[in-house]
Nanobody
Framework: QVQLVESGGGLVQAGGSLRLSCAASGRTFGLNGMGWFRQAPGKERRFVAYINQRDGDTYYTESVKGRFTMTRDRAKNALYLEMNSLLPEDTAVYYC?????????????????????WGQGTQVTVSS
């Protein structure tokens, strides 16, 4: 019922920037939160950033604080992730996700199993 499509990934040198986009379509009116997760080769999918669709509050994982900025465009049902000062350890497939759950705790909004909808992912590769 909700479709998410990521774009904007690619190859970039360390210290460079990328801007990821997530376009949401379908029945999005009931969503409470949207976020980004990433998965490096051979590793588990990990939380990156979250935005509460009700009040606009954001939360970032410690490793990206001060470097990544998440924004939204409610009219376009779009979510963006500005990634600056990129590091090789940022290399991963990045996934846009959305949830109908309320972010009742940090654990809920940063845990993948609480998200109902997922995009197909976009590859980000940072060279040293």
């Amino acid at each position: 019922q909700v479709q998410l499509v990521e774009s904007g990934g690619g190859l970039v040198q360390a210290g460079g920037s990328l801007r990821l986009s997530c376009a949401a379509s379908g029945r999005t009116f009931g969503l409470n939160g949207m976020g980004w997760f990433r998965q490096a080769p051979g590793k588990e999918r990990r939380f990156v950033a979250y935005i509460n669709q009700r009040d606009g509050d954001t939360y970032y994982t410690e490793s990206v604080k001060g470097r990544f900025t998440m924004t939204r465009d409610r009219a376009k049902n779009a979510l963006y992730l500005e990634m600056n000062s990129l590091l090789p350890e940022d290399t991963a497939v990045y996934y846009c996700a959305a949830t109908s759950y309320s972010c009742s705790s940090v654990y809920v909004c940063t845990t993948s199993r609480y998200y109902d909808y997922w995009g197909q992912g976009t590859q980000v590769t940072v060279s040293s």
